[in-house]
């Protein structure tokens, strides 16, 4: 073999390798982000992007000025193929998504004093490693005016799955299981979360952020589903 061909092999299985880290989760094209452009195009927009939470006095009530609800948005609907998207993200430790995610969701969003990310409680935590909404949560603040700062609020005890439950049973189950010590004294807050479903732990949380302090609460998921 010449000098020049096993160069020439040697440059083409460093292309490849980088190739088969470098591709998209959907297509297994090769990609420089999580997903390729064209697979990034197809997922499904969530129309519209933002909604109300917890308006019309559903429970929980949330006192503060702004009671009438949490505006919450998402940029996917929670459908084939943004659904493995988030799974993938999740469960299969493609960490790109949340920055593709973010670059897209944070023009939407209005400006905001402090970003807090769904805790999670410190067992389940210990056991997984990361908290995907707090990845979720540093990509955004680096697109966002004035880059708010990121405050952790805690899980107060272990709950139930909230798959399963009706709306009525995850407003129960999550009911008074998140604290935020932080002041947040008269603060616009974002909460930052995966999946919004019914918006019962959003909510649970929001309470949360009320209770220490915040003025106005917004929230943001990457996609939405139906309950
Ligand atoms: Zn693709």
Redesign the pocket.
Known sequence: MSMSSSLHLTICSFIGRSWLSGS?L??V?A?RGA??E??LADLPEQVPAEEVLGANGEAPRLPGPDAAGVSAYTLWRYAEPADRVVLGFKYGGHAGVARLWAARMAPRLPAVDAVIPMPMHRLRLAERGENPAEVMAKSLTAHLPGRPPLIRGCKTRMTARQQGLDREGRLANVADAYRVDAGLSGMHVLLVDDVLTTGASLLALAAAARAAGAAKVTAVAMARATA
């Open positions: 998209c959907l297509c094209a990609s997903l390729c064209a697979c």
